[in-house]
């Protein structure tokens, strides 16, 4: 048996420097980003805390990889309750911006409790069909207690309303049940079902903002002043980076203000405009190399839990990363989704190394500690 010294050197040893590598070139890219765009507003505030929020992620990072991911799979839906227990608090005594009521004030800084679910739905679903003893694909009866699981906190999260964290939840947990296996005519039946809900969803789910925002992408190209405005001067900064971009600070579009969020969710309006196609080209395949990277550590974890993380932090990369770059270039509705690690925002950036926290811990716990 070796002492904690020798765990703590094995353990160091075993760091994926290519996933923090990736980890540093997109925090890099991110706070960079943010001094650039900081001709628009004060960016000096915003790009200073971006990174100060990057530096507590890694610590935080750090320190969520050293602990046993076993600790974290047994204590598995005291998480889970503890999440959906501040999400109670946020109805209760939530702070509300722009008719939403999402955050915790905590004097020092506003808590999203909705983003911490996202964590939380990883690791319970990941813990439940650790313990599952199913044989085979799954069916419709296989998934409803935990369907009836994650939902419990979805409600919540709907309620507040934040439809795009709702999204993101529920997809980072349909990849999860894929990973483990579905029957088709159960995948049928929910294709099916999703589809007849959509418009009782639209009608009496959404806010009327939120339809707005719906009808704004159907008809883009007919309002040019109304609620497609954003969208339609992120497209134009897009384009007019062309191939290699117009310079740091030297887009016109960002720089005189025509993009609203520059620095949240349109953040990469300002890179695509200043960093043209070869910028983007660079930060969606450092995006892919994360992604590839962590489906990787989940190939070659130990058991089943450790599979599962990998599958569900992949997944709510992917999520984030496809509907954030959708709707600013207007192949989706705006959801006001971030892009991880390069929208500003300190609940958002947590949340993602809090993610890629547990994906080291499965790598570095890829094999037995105690050395024969």
């Known amino acids: 048996m070796q002492n904690p010294s020798d765990r703590l ?47 507590v992620g890694l610590g935080i990072m750090a320190v969520l990889a050293m602990v046993d991911y076993r600790v974290i799979e047994r204590w598995a839906y005291i998480i889970f309750g503890s999440a959906v227990f501040l999400l109670v608090l946020v109805m209760l005594f939530g702070t509300e911006l722009n008719g939403s009521k999402r955050w915790l004030n905590l004097g020092f800084f506003l808590m999203q409790p909705s983003e911490l679910l996202k964590i939380a739905v990883i690791i ?21 207690k935990p369907t009836a ?6 409600a919540f999260v709907i309620i507040q309303p934040d439809l795009g964290t709702s999204l993101i939840v529920l997809g980072i947990y349909a990849f999860m049940v894929f990973f483990e296996g579905m029957r088709w005519q159960s995948m049928l039946i929910i294709a099916l079902l999703t589809l007849i809900s959509l418009p009782f ?13 719906v009808i704004a992408f159907l008809q883009i190209n007919d309002d040019h002043l ?47 405009e200043e960093h043209g196609f070869m910028g983007m080209l660079l930060m969606l395949g450092l995006f892919m190399a994360l992604l590839l990277r962590a489906l990787w550590i989940s190939s070659n974890a ?28 207007g192949m989706l509705p705006v959801v006001g989704i971030t892009l991880p690690l390069i929208s500003y925002g300190g609940s958002s950036m947590l949340t993602m190394m809090l993610a890629l926290g547990l994906l080291l811990n499965v790598h570095m716990r890829r094999l037995p500690l105690v050395s024969r």
Request: glycine share 14%; net charge negative.
């Open 124 to 144: 319970v679903t990941a813990r439940y069909f650790h313990d599952s003893d199913h044989d085979g694909p799954l069916g419709l009866i296989d998934l409803i």
């Open 149 to 154: 699981i994650v939902l419990s906190g979805v």
């Open 9 to 55: 050197r094995i353990l160091v040893t075993r760091v994926d420097w290519v996933l923090m590598s990736i980890i540093g070139a997109l925090g890099g890219i991110g706070i960079f980003n943010l001094y650039s765009a900081a001709g628009a507003t004060d960016g000096f505030t915003v790009h200073t805390m971006q990174a100060a929020w990057f530096v």
């Open 302 to 329: 130990r058991d089943r839990f450790g599979a599962q993380v990998g599958v569900g932090v992949a997944a709510l990369f992917f999520t984030h990363i496809v509907v954030n770059l959708g709707m600013v270039t």
């Open 201 to 213: 969803g639209y009608f009496f789910g959404m806010k009327e903002y939120q339809q707005d925002r």
């Open 226 to 272: 109304g609620d497609s405005w954003q969208v339609r001067q992120s497209v134009i900064a897009f384009g007019s980076g062309r191939v290699w971009g117009k310079g740091s600070r030297d887009g016109t579009q960002i720089q005189q203000g025509f993009v609203p969020e520059h620095e949240t969710d349109f953040a990469s309006a300002n890179w695509g």
